[in-house]
């Protein structure tokens, strides 16, 4: 059964640069035909897509974030990181790495437990 | 970009009742839409793809229903275990996804 894990900074301060790492298991990013992704809550808000890839195809960016966002994939390590720069207060929220189903393609069956990510000085 | 608006905010419900949730989207989405249960400090569970497929290991008593822009999520009776907060998903226009604000359903 894959399992997701998300790990990082805790705290970020404004301005700078957040960088998230999901660390997979159970399965190879590598197999498959699966869109891997990050998805945020902002606390006490609903969910907003930031981002999905294939491993040997093309990384699609919410628009709103796209200028910001970038995902990358380490196969070395099974894992794929999501950075977003110049943050603000805006982007303090719990970050999801999520993976679409075997059949529910387009819809996200497995997530990890998610990391709060907080922005302030 | 495709506007998902879920009602009613709030359903106060009590164990046992049926409840009614509702997701409306800004054009057709087809029948690309997905359901998602979310309790307090956990990941949201999928729970109907593609409006009315059940995903793996999901009760029976939900269930999805729609097409086009509006769609309906319907639990049967509600177990304690199914007080929670509900989204729904659109992937019709993929690449780009969109999920609605929630729907939390409340013990009366």
């Known amino acids: 059964q894959v399992q997701l894990q998300e790990s990082g900074p805790g705290l970020v301060k404004p301005s700078q640069s957040l960088s998230l790492t999901c660390t997979v298991s159970g399965a190879s990013i590598t197999t498959g035909t699966y869109y891997w992704g990050w998805i945020r809550q902002h606390p006490g808000k609903g969910l907003e897509w930031i981002g999905h890839?294939?491993?040997?195809?093309?990384?699609y960016y919410n628009p709103s974030l796209k200028s910001r966002v970038t995902i990358s994939v380490d196969t070395s390590t099974n894992q794929f990181s999501l950075e977003l720069t110049s943050v603000s207060a805006a982007d303090t929220a719990v970050y999801y790495c999520a993976r679409e189903g075997d059949t529910a393609k387009g819809y996200f069956h497995h997530w990890g437990q998610g990391t709060l990510a907080t922005v302030s000085s | 970009e495709i506007v998902l608006t879920q009602s009613p905010a709030t359903l106060s419900l009590s164990p046992g009742e049926r409840a009614t949730l509702s997701c409306r989207a800004s054009q057709s989405v087809s029948s690309y839409l997905a359901w998602y249960q979310q309790k307090p400090g956990q990941a949201p569970r999928l729970l109907i793809y593609d409006a009315s497929k059940r995903a793996t290991g999901i009760p029976a008593r939900f269930s999805g229903s729609g097409s086009g822009t509006d769609f309906t999520l319907t639990i049967s009776s509600l177990e304690p275990e199914d007080f929670a907060v509900y989204y729904c998903?659109?992937?019709?226009?993929?690449?780009?996804?969109?999920f609605g604000g929630g729907t939390k359903v409340e013990i009366k």
């Open positions: 998903q659109q992937r019709s226009n993929w690449p780009v996804y969109t």
């Open positions: 890839f294939f491993y040997s195809g093309s990384t």
